[in-house]
């Protein structure tokens, strides 16, 4: 699933090519991307039609397009979705869902037309309007900010960790603590810890709190510059084009290969119905039993 470098390195591509563009037609080509918009296909296509969009943000994994009219059109990739910019005529893609033909002013003083594709393979992503959503859809108000939003507290984050005693990479994956940090950077930034992912919160000390939120950014950071993680075609940018930052992974995806700090395998386990990788010897697993905590 892409996670928050993915969907900003999508955000950014959107706020490139289709801000200040007027929507002048919507295609709904399958019914389940739309089905979170009570409107229905029809319904969702007529409120997006002569909408000119205004910005592309984000919140965590979701991404909406401000329009002239005060709504946004809200959308979340889920596994597999892609929004690709084309040409218009353009050969269709095989999994492609949604289309919006845009016009924008272009550099001659004339329109250019073309288009934006909503693709996707396994449909768990979706698309709908958002009713008084441009400055943030009531959808999703709910989530956190993430580690790179310049108004993310990090003071609230720490103390809410170490007070829980759940697993701190169960909570890194708590979009209701901190937003945009999935699976894979979630690993690579507990790697670079040296924390186990099972390790309770209330077992950290501060200075062992601040210092994985810094490994966050850290890993996430160097993400954007490398435009995302791409295992296979399913993740693309606006422009179809891949990231790579699989190949700078430390510990996601390589069970059995030795650490890169010690030379230890890397070692895979299951957790939540999806796979952890660690280090056993940087990052420990924690023994069993409440120790008293220690440090501050």
């Keep these: 699933m892409p996670e928050l470098p993915e969907v900003e390195t999508v955000r950014t591509g959107l706020e490139r090519h289709v801000v200040s563009a007027r929507i002048s037609e919507v295609q709904v080509l399958h019914p389940r991307p739309v089905r979170r918009d009570l409107r229905g296909p029809e319904g969702f296509a007529a409120a997006l ?57 272009d550099n001659g003083g004339g329109v250019s037309r073309f288009e934006l594709r909503f693709v996707d393979q396994r449909m768990f992503g979706g698309l709908s309007v958002s009713e008084g959503g441009a400055e943030l859809p009531p959808e999703i108000a709910h989530i956190a900010r993430d580690p790179v939003d310049p108004d993310f507290d990090d003071a609230a984050f720490v103390q809410k960790v170490r007070r829980r005693a759940s697993g701190v990479k169960r909570q890194l994956l708590d979009q209701n603590l901190i937003s945009g940090v999935g699976n894979i950077y979630a690993d690579e930034a507990l790697w670079r810890a040296r924390i186990h992912g099972d390790r309770p919160g209330d077992r950290l000390t501060r200075a062992q709190v601040v210092d994985l939120l810094a490994q966050v950014r850290g890993v996430l950071g160097e993400a954007l510059v490398q435009g995302g993680t791409s295992f296979d075609a399913l993740y693309v940018n606006v422009n179809g084009e891949s990231g790579y930052f699989d190949r700078s992974l430390h510990a996601y995806g390589r069970d059995g290969d030795p650490c890169d700090r010690c030379g230890t395998p890397i070692r895979r386990v299951a957790f939540m119905n999806r796979s952890s990788y660690f280090c056993p010897r940087c990052q420990p697993v924690p023994r069993s039993g409440r120790a008293p905590r220690s440090g501050v």
């Design 49 to 105: 039609t002569d909408r000119t969009v205004l910005a592309a943000r984000r919140r965590g994994k979701y991404l909406w397009l401000p329009l002239d009219d005060g709504n946004a059109l809200l959308g979340h990739l889920g596994m597999s979705g892609q929004l690709l910019v084309q040409r218009v005529g353009a050969p269709d893609e095989r999994h492609l869902r949604v289309r919006f033909i845009l016009e924008a002013p």
